[in-house]
C-alpha cells in the first residue's frame, strides 16, 4: 500500500508561511526592543495572516479518512 504524499504546492506554501511569520514576529521582536511599540505591535500583527494561511492550506490537503 503506498502512502500519500503532500502535494508540492503545500510544501511551498508551508515554506512561505514559516517565512512570513518568522520575519513578522523577529521584526515585532526587534522594533519592541527599540521602544518602537506601534510598528512593533502591527509587525506582529503582520504574522497572523500567514498563520491563518498555514492552517488554510493543511485543512485542505488534509485526508479526509477520519
Known amino acids: 500500500m503506498q502512502e500519500e504524499r503532500a502535494p508540492p504546492l503545500l510544501a511551498v506554501a508551508r515554506i512561505v ?3 512570513g511569520m518568522s520575519i513578522g ?11 518602537w511599540f506601534l510598528p512593533a505591535l502591527i509587525a506582529l500583527v503582520a504574522a497572523a495572516p500567514f498563520f491563518a494561511l498555514m492552517r488554510f492550506m ?9
Open 17 to 19: 508561511c514559516v517565512l
Open 58 to 66: 493543511e485543512k485542505r490537503f488534509a485526508p479526509h479518512d477520519y
Open 25 to 35: 514576529i523577529s521584526l515585532g521582536i526587534f522594533l519592541a526592543l527599540g521602544g
